[in-house]
C-alpha cells in the first residue's frame, strides 16, 4: 500500500462549488504539505502544517484552507472554486526533524478540472 | 532561498551518462543543495542532496564546484526510465522546497 495517498484522484466540479481534497499518510510523519502544479510549471506550496496544532500559509494560499484532522490526515479545500484552479494538487510529507537529509514523500496527486 | 537555473530541457542517449547542471551563485553558506524529479505527472522523487562535498548513492552523483555557485548531477548509465523533469532545490533544510521549473530530461534509445 501507498504511503501517502490522496483522494479524488480526479475531480471535474463546477465554478462556485466548494471541494476538499483529502490527504492521508503512514509514515508516521509530523509534517505534511500541499501544492500545486501548473502545466508546464513547477509546483508551488499551498499550506503546510508541521504538526496537528500547527497551520502556516505557503506561497500560494489565497482562496484554499486547510484542515489537520490527525497526524495522518491533512486537507485542502476550495471553499468557492474558480476556474483557474484548475491544476494537478500534491501532498507530501516529511519527518519532524529540521535535518538536510529530510526529504519529502509525494502523493500520486489529484488532478482538479474547474468548468 | 537561492535561486536556481537549469536549462529547459535536455536529451541523453541510453545508456550513457546523463550529467544535468544547476547554477546557484546566490547560495549561502549554509544552504544544500537538492535534487528531485518527477516522471509524468507522478509526484516528485527525492534523488540526492549534498552542502560541499560531492555525494553518490544507488541512483546519482552529486557534483558541487569548490565556490558552491553551481552543481552537476549525474545519472551514470541513463535508461528510459529516468525520463522526466529534474529539479535542482536550494534550501536550508528538506522543507518548504521551491521547485523551479526543472530540466525535462528525455532519454532516446
Known amino acids: 500500500d501507498a504511503d501517502v495517498t490522496q483522494t479524488p484522484r480526479n475531480r471535474i466540479t463546477k465554478t462556485g462549488k466548494r471541494i476538499m481534497l483529502e490527504c492521508s499518510q503512514t509514515?508516521?510523519?509530523?509534517?505534511m504539505y500541499w501544492y500545486r502544479q501548473d502545466p508546464g510549471l513547477g509546483l508551488r506550496l499551498i499550506y503546510y502544517?508541521?504538526?496537528?496544532?500547527?497551520?502556516n500559509k505557503g506561497e500560494i494560499s489565497d482562496g484554499y484552507s486547510v484542515s489537520r484532522q490527525a497526524q495522518a490526515k491533512f486537507s485542502l479545500s476550495l471553499e468557492s472554486a474558480i476556474p483557474n484552479q484548475t491544476a494537478l494538487y500534491f501532498c507530501?510529507?516529511?519527518?519532524?526533524?529540521?535535518?538536510?537529509?529530510?526529504?519529502?514523500?509525494f502523493g500520486p496527486g489529484t488532478r482538479l478540472t474547474v468548468l | 532561498d537561492a535561486k536556481t537555473t537549469q536549462p529547459p530541457s535536455m536529451d541523453c542517449a541510453e545508456g550513457r551518462a546523463a550529467n544535468l547542471p544547476c547554477n546557484h551563485s546566490?547560495?549561502?553558506?549554509?544552504?544544500?543543495v537538492y535534487w528531485y524529479r518527477q516522471i509524468h505527472s507522478q509526484g516528485p522523487q527525492y534523488i540526492i542532496h549534498?552542502?560541499?562535498n560531492n555525494e553518490t548513492n544507488e541512483m546519482a552523483s552529486l557534483i558541487i564546484t569548490e565556490d558552491r555557485k553551481s552543481s552537476t548531477l549525474i545519472l551514470p548509465h541513463a535508461t528510459l526510465r529516468d525520463t522526466a523533469v529534474y529539479y535542482c532545490?536550494?534550501?536550508?533544510?528538506?522543507?518548504?522546497?521551491?521547485f523551479g521549473t526543472g530540466t525535462r530530461l528525455t532519454v532516446i534509445p
Open positions: 507530501a510529507t516529511s519527518d519532524s526533524a529540521d535535518a538536510p537529509d529530510n526529504e519529502q514523500f
Open positions: 509514515k508516521g510523519h509530523d509534517r
Open positions: 502544517s508541521f504538526d496537528v496544532k500547527d497551520i
Open positions: 546566490t547560495i549561502s553558506g549554509n544552504e544544500y
Open positions: 549534498g552542502l560541499k
Open positions: 532545490i536550494v534550501r536550508r533544510w528538506a522543507n518548504n522546497l521551491f
